[in-house]
């Protein structure tokens, strides 16, 4: 696993693609949280933390992650070399497993130079070090957790074809739906007590939490339980090849 898992992320780190995901990101991140005039902005919202930054990410993250698990298994599978894998002495699970931690430290890498924003903030506040360190981190956790669930989301979409750009065109509006759709289906406000336990389901409502630097429990289990359930489909896909 651990061969397969260096094979995947150097995979990355040799082609263009892991750099234009880590470069998009951060431009595009430095763009709204310095640059442009939005809420987001730390000088405009005149806030000493980093609540745009985790803001931002959610919906870069909906696209670029797809775009960087994309070629998981579809990839294999139009090259052919899915067999030679399955055949290697790895499990199932192994080779999954490989696939997600591998595209998980591709987004670590990324998220890395962005602690950088943590010391600038820092000293901009009107008194230097007015910022909550305990919630920044929380928040950063709870940014990983998005970035995995978007991950297993992804490698499941690759798994069901060969074709990469259908792969991400699955992977982006589940994505997309997962996040948005039962925060949609409950501003209807039409469904009463129901329509809380809807909203519950969506992804929204655990980031909208986490992000804030409060790290509950039930977010937490929320997050491993989509992971969870997204790598097993994709486990599934790959038995279905001995039915």
Known sequence: MWSLYLKELK??????????????????????IWVFPNINNVLYSGLADLQG?????????????????????AEEKRNGTIELILTKPL??????????FSSLTLLVIALLPTLIYIITVYNLGSTPGNIDMGSTWGSYLGLVFLGSTFIAIGIFASSLTNNQIIAFILAAPLCFILYFG??????????????????????????ASISKGVVDSRDILYFLSMIFFFLLG?????LSRKW
């Open 11 to 32: 995979s990355y780190l040799s082609s263009l693609l892991g750099y234009i995901f880590i470069g998009v990101f951060l431009v595009f991140a430095g763009l709204f």
């Open 91 to 100: 499990s199932d699970i192994q080779i999954i497993l490989a696939k997600f």
């Open 182 to 207: 039962f925060e949609f289906i409950y501003s209807f406000e039409v469904l009463g007590s129901f329509g809380y336990l809807i909203k519950t389901i969506g992804i929204d409502h655990h980031y």
């Open 234 to 238: 994709t486990r599934i896909v790959l």
């Open 53 to 73: 930054l985790f803001n931002i990410s959610k919906f870069l993250f909906l696209f670029l992650v797809p775009a960087i698990t994309m070629r998981s298994f």
